[in-house]
């Protein structure tokens, strides 16, 4: 709208809308304006407009230095009020007006819309921006979505006093939060009354970039099992072993952690001993890991799981793309669908699921293919005499084969029983497997035996029953070696358990540690000659008593927590044991 020069301001006084107080009224010939006193915009002032889409230009108006909105928004009648919303464009010119009614308050305290009262409401403008942040941290979104048109007109109608500022000013704002969060981290881990397990795990862009991801996992003092992310730590696969040990070395350290590390979680790769090798080592030669770090060394349980299954797929690579190409061809054509649907009929199959072709890339998928193609096959070779072109049918032994690899897929722990199979194909490929299950098991049967030791439902009564059958005429001796490991693991709690609620500190730092690690081995005796004097500990208590009875709610975490006054030193080696992820983050849970 526009007003020629020689229009005149018209007295407004006698107007008793509120909005007139900061719009001067013009009039050329018949036609009246109303000119923004702080932004100069122009808008229609005849008597028949009302004053709504001034009072909306008034909580829009950034150049306005008081924007009273609630009293803008409860003129008007009490029953029932009507608001334009003005849409607007990236320039801030009106598109269209549109009208919304809303129902308003009988008690004069403000307009309800929903359920926020604005009669008391009052914009905070920093906590929107920082609310902007978080929102963009939360869900990975870029962050010039800020500068996106629909984006400011979607908040402008919601909020128009809110400043959007620029990308670099969220950027910062996204930086702030990082840093408040990082510094409460590190409050929250220097606090802790236990230890810190860590997980490390490789992670890839589409680029390229290799990164390795550091995610702290730990039982809090209230019992509640966390986990949080400490690093993203740029790798290069070239990296040597020492360079990367050193390179989360550096993060512990960074963190203040190296000294109440209890294990490393990491993927079952021969690649990775030497690095763990070096961290554990360096973290011995300061006395920060109890049992002189027997139980550091944790492989995460699906990375093997996974290495297993590699081997299966590989093995029986050519028979897995005969099946593949079989359900290839009866799924190419509708004719040929409709042939083997009337063959399946005849020949009595009733299964439910239809075939499907996998994503080589994920096995489980290879997996439902291969076990729904040995429930249709009968079909097959039926298929086979009725159509010439059908000629990649698996076999007998093929279709043999692949039942024994499903199965092998579907319940691992049953490997003892298909290495002893009369066919060479799968019992050699079931000691292979075995062979890589054993490497792992060396590694983490203990720490997982004393985690179901630590389980009233078990105790040892769990091991007992287990190991003749994993180890025959050695279970005895098995046993005792995870017997020895509890007490030693105990008594490095008990004696340490005063440092371990403050955080241990290294002989190096202060003179005071240099004594309290010179009376190590007084609190040792003391310790010894308790126990001598037939005075019973914590875990002698503990595995005298009887088991706790199996339940299907049955939460270990709430058990520890109500016992831990009854059990002070075991609980304390319990919150540490059990915060021990047995797989890395993306796909494992603790022990």
């Not at 009988?106 to 309800?112: A, E, I, R, V």
């Not at 006054?565 to 993306?586: D, E």
């Amino acid at each position: 709208m526009e007003i020629p020069d020689e229009a005149v301001v018209v007295n407004s006084s006698r107007l008793k809308s509120v909005v007139w107080n900061d719009f001067d009224r013009v009039k050329k010939g018949e036609t009246f304006a109303a000119i923004c006193r702080h932004c100069k915009r122009i808008l229609s002032g005849s008597s028949t407009s009302g004053t709504s889409h001034l009072r909306n230009h008034l909580i829009r108006c950034r150049r306005r230095s008081n924007h009273d909105i609630t009293q803008l928004l409860t003129r008007g009648k009490r029953k029932q009020s009507t608001l334009a919303l003005t849409s607007y464009s990236y320039n801030q010119a009106p598109i269209k007006n549109e009208l919304v009614t809303v129902a308003s308050t009988n008690t004069g305290q403000g307009l309800k819309v929903g359920n926020i009262n604005t009669g008391s409401f009052n914009f905070d403008h920093r906590r929107s921006q920082l609310d902007l942040a978080r929102m963009i941290i939360m869900h990975g979104y870029p962050l010039g979505m800020v500068e996106d048109i629909g984006f400011r007109m979607f908040v402008r109608n919601l909020q128009p006093l809110f400043d959007f500022g620029t990308v670099s000013g969220v950027e910062a704002d996204c930086m702030e939060i990082y840093k408040k969060e990082k510094q409460r981290v590190y409050e929250e881990l220097d606090k802790l009354p236990g230890k810190v397990s860590l997980s490390a795990d490789r992670w890839a862009t589409n680029g390229g970039t290799e990164y390795l991801c550091l995610i702290a996992h730990y039982i809090d003092d209230s019992w509640e099992l966390k986990k949080k992310i400490l690093n993203f730590l740029v790798i290069d696969s070239s990296q040597a072993e020492d360079m990367l040990s050193e390179l989360i070395m550096t993060s512990l350290r960074n963190w203040d952690i190296d000294r109440k590390l209890f294990s490393l979680t990491i993927d079952n790769h021969n690649t990775y001993d030497k690095i763990v090798s070096r961290i554990r080592d360096q973290l011995c030669q300061h006395r920060f890991l109890m049992c002189e770090g027997q139980l550091f060394d944790v492989r995460c349980a699906a990375s093997t799981v996974k290495i297993l299954v590699q081997d299966v797929l590989e093995t029986s690579r050519e028979i897995t793309s005969k099946v593949r190409e079989t359900v290839r061809y009866v799924k190419g054509s509708r004719a040929t669908q409709e042939k083997f649907n009337e063959i399946v009929q005849l020949v009595g199959i009733n299964w439910q699921k239809c075939l499907s072709i996998d994503n080589p890339f994920q096995w489980n998928s290879t997996y439902m293919m291969l076990e729904a193609a040995l429930e249709y096959k009968e079909a097959f070779p039926q298929l086979q005499e009725h159509d010439p072109d059908f000629s990649m049918c698996p076999s007998g032994i093929d279709w043999d084969r692949l039942r024994a690899i499903t199965s092998i897929l579907k319940f691992f722990h049953e490997l003892i029983e298909w290495c002893q199979k009369s066919d060479d194909f799968i019992s050699s490929l079931a000691l292979k497997l075995k062979s890589k299950f054993d490497e792992y098991w060396k590694k983490c049967s203990l720490i997982m035996a004393i985690a179901a030791i630590l389980d009233p439902r078990f105790k040892m009564k769990l091991v007992e029953y287990y190991y003749p059958q994993i180890y025959g005429d050695s279970a005895p001796d098995c046993i005792d070696i995870v017997s020895n490991c509890m007490k030693a693991l105990y008594s490095g709690h008990a004696i340490y358990s005063p440092l371990a609620a403050h955080g241990q500190s290294s002989a190096s730092e202060s003179s005071g540690s240099i004594v309290k690690d010179r009376l190590t081995g007084f609190d040792r005796f003391l310790n010894e000659t308790s126990l001598s004097q037939n005075t019973k500990s914590d875990l002698d208590k503990y595995l005298e008593e009887p088991l706790f009875p199996r339940s299907v709610d049955f939460n270990i975490l709430n058990w520890w927590k109500v016992h831990e006054p009854r059990y002070p030193v075991l609980s304390m080696m319990a919150r540490n044991i059990l915060g021990i992820p047995i797989s890395k983050s993306r796909t494992g849970v603790p022990i």
